[in-house]
């Protein structure tokens, strides 16, 4: 008999509980939703978009970020404190403290505004604007969300050939230490 009781009380609570929950995410949820106008919704697409992004980034794009823009921007320097090695990198901008790219919109986008010469700085800095080509599929590439594989260097190893250092671990290896008596060979 005891054991009926607490089921209803448990469901009371519960419910109690999920109100609770709902009103408060509610709250809090709202004004976040109202608030920044610039963090739009993502387009019901994203999904297919950032497929073909990532896409046009591997065969295009990453090619003309590491030729035309890496050098000043993450690579030997960082100018303006503007690292584009990576999309955190990227969204996040450098000193003017304004994201590079607005994931799907190229036209909101500074970095295409300086690309297409449409706003200064121009870029890439002291050096000829890119091909029509090259512009188009950086717009394309933003419209679609502007995805990266993968960063556009890797920063965990250099290209230079490391000098080969023996540990005590490696000079513990079984080949490494010296024969055991028993074994030695006899002139
Ligand atoms: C020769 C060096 C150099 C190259 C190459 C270069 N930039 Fe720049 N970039 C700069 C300098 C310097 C600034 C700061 C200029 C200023 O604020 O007047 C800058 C600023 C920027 C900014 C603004 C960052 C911020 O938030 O303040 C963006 C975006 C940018 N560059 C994008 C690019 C892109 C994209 C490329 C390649 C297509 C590129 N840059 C190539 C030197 C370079």
């Known amino acids: 008999m005891h054991n009926r009781q607490p089921i209803p009380s448990c469901w009371d609570q519960r419910l109690a509980g999920m109100a609770l929950v709902m009103a408060l995410c509610a709250a809090g949820a709202w004004p976040l939703a109202a608030a920044p106008p610039e963090k739009s919704p993502l387009p019901p697409d994203h999904a297919e978009k950032l497929a073909k992004g990532q896409e046009l980034f591997s065969q295009q794009v990453r090619k003309v970020l590491i030729d035309q823009c890496v050098r000043c921007h993450g690579g030997e320097k960082t100018k303006a404190d503007f690292d584009l090695t990576t999309r955190d990198g990227l969204l996040r901008g450098g000193n003017s403290k304004k994201p590079a790219v607005v994931p799907f919109k190229a036209k909101?986008?500074?970095?295409?505004?300086?690309?297409?010469?449409?706003?200064?700085?121009?870029?890439?800095?002291?050096a000829d604007k890119l091909s029509d080509a090259q512009i188009a599929s950086i717009e394309k590439w933003i419209d679609f969300g502007a995805p990266y594989d993968k960063p556009l260097i890797d920063k965990g190893t250099t290209t230079a050939k490391k000098p080969l250092i023996v540990t005590d671990e490696d000079r513990n290896f079984w080949s490494f230490r010296p024969l055991p008596r028993s074994v030695e060979f006899r002139g």
């Open 108 to 126: 909101e986008s500074r970095l295409y505004l300086f690309v297409t010469h449409q706003e200064k700085p121009h870029m890439p800095s002291q």
